[in-house]
């Protein structure tokens, strides 16, 4: 459904956050970004709706003739839920009012200024239900636990009626319990639908328990690529650790001395 080819991003400043990077990711099921803080996971994920532009390289989009128009990006995003780390609720709205948020990408500029639909609101309210939070639909989101605003992005993000759900670091706010509960729930929810979910997490344990694929991270570089169930020790350690002839360094790969695939190739 998505297809990177020879995607890569420098930020200004010369920080290489990925290497020349392809990547394909396939309808209806959940794809794990895993690796350590900095090795590039935010940037993959932003890449894919060109929240990050990539610096070369194309994303193309299953259904999205190509996303150079507005028009083409426009729905490509409409399609695709976010959730992120810290929520991006807006506090003092109603949990109610924040998953209607979701339905905005729907709308023109000037039709956004005016109140929401019953049709929206039964989807919003679905949604409130779909995570749990039907009781709370009232309560200013300000008012509710870590783990229940995370679940509070989830509907607005359900509520987006979305073929793909990107969750950046969606549980690394919160303590063990709330995050492999939110997990279960965002996994269970887009099974339900068939929505194809993307996560970046740096929880292995997590990642082993809800991924049917993991991608691994390491400086940039996609250093694992396969099942979850596949995975191996050694595989873990080239993800946390780096190739036995690694600087060890924490620090991205700057452009120009990008030498690591070549290393490992
Ligand atoms: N807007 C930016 N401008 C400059 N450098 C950036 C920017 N965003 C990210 N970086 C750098 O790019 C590298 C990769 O960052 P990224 O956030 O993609 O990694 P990550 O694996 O998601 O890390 P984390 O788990 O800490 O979020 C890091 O060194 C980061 O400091």
Redesign the pocket.
Known sequence: MIELTDVSKT???G?Q??GTTDLSIESGKVTV?L????????????CMNLL?TPSTGTVRVEGVPALESRKDLRHHRRRTGMVF?HHQLIPRYTALRNVLLGRVGYYSFWRSLLPFSRSDERIALESLDRVGLLDKALTRVDNLSGGMQQRVGIARALAQQPDLILA??PV?SLDPASARRVMDLLRRVCQESGITLIA?L?QVDLALEHADRIVG?AR?RIVYDGPAAGITDADLRLIYEGAPDDSRSD??VRAGQDTLAAERS
Do not use: I, N
């Not at 690796?35 to 932003?46: F, Q, V």
């Open positions: 930020y200004q400043g920080v956050a990925l970004l690796g350590p803080s900095g090795a590039g996971k935010s940037t993959l994920l932003r990050v780390q950046d670091e690394a970046s740096h991270l940039g620090a991205p």
